[in-house]
């Protein structure tokens, strides 16, 4: 029996240095708490031979995403391991508070959980009025612009500079960088 556990763990061991480990590997590795963390880990070297990465030992090992500008923890970021994308520290007073999504500082009272988009090089964010249908709730970004359309006229079209009803205008899809985001929470 103890030659067979010695070999499972000689299998996940394999596995994680192979495929990378991830907590949703569980059932790979037969255990409930993740992948086991490689013996050297903590010595400050990131040892790929000895079965580290960025998801089993983010102590020792950067992430390879490190420095995108955004703080992903799918890819074993930490403000530990990689400071330059996950330790943003909010210090205008218009824009207090941190959204992980973005890496960016937004105005008080922000949900950080609402849609996100990029319109013109400018990245906004739905807002509460929108996501519970009080404001206009279809976001539409065409050629740089950004287009608010009420829920009865969703979509924006570049050729009648209208909104019009879903699906009215088949060139917006193309023609449109954005040509529907739904602001209203699911």
């Not at 763990?9 to 990378?20: E, Q």
């Not at 420095?67 to 943003?88: F, K, P, Q, R, W």
Request: proline fraction near 7%; charged fraction near 20%; hydrophobic fraction near 25%.
């Amino acid at each position: 029996m103890r030659s067979f556990n010695k070999m499972m763990v000689l299998v996940c061991l394999t596995a994680a240095f192979t495929f990378g480990c991830t907590p949703a590997d569980d059932s790979n590795c037969g255990m409930t708490g993740g992948c086991p963390m490689p013996e050297n880990c903590g010595d400050d070297a990131c040892q790929a031979s000895e079965g580290e990465n960025a998801q089993n030992c983010p102590m020792d090992c950067i992430a390879s995403t490190c420095g995108d500008g955004t703080c992903s923890a799918a890819d074993g970021e930490t403000s530990s391991n990689c400071e330059a994308d996950c330790n943003v520290t909010c210090l205008q007073a218009d824009k207090p508070v941190y959204c992980a999504d973005t890496n960016s500082c937004w105005p008080a009272n922000t949900d950080c959980q609402l849609p996100s988009y990029e319109c013109g090089g400018q990245v906004g964010r739905c807002t509460e009025g929108q996501a519970a249908n009080y404001d206009d709730s279809q976001v539409s970004c065409c050629g740089g612009v950004y287009h608010d359309c009420p829920i009865e006229r969703p979509q924006w079209c570049p050729e009648s500079s209208a909104c019009v009803l879903d699906g009215a205008c088949p060139s917006a899809a193309t023609d449109c960088e954005l040509p529907r985001l739904d602001c209203q929470a699911p």
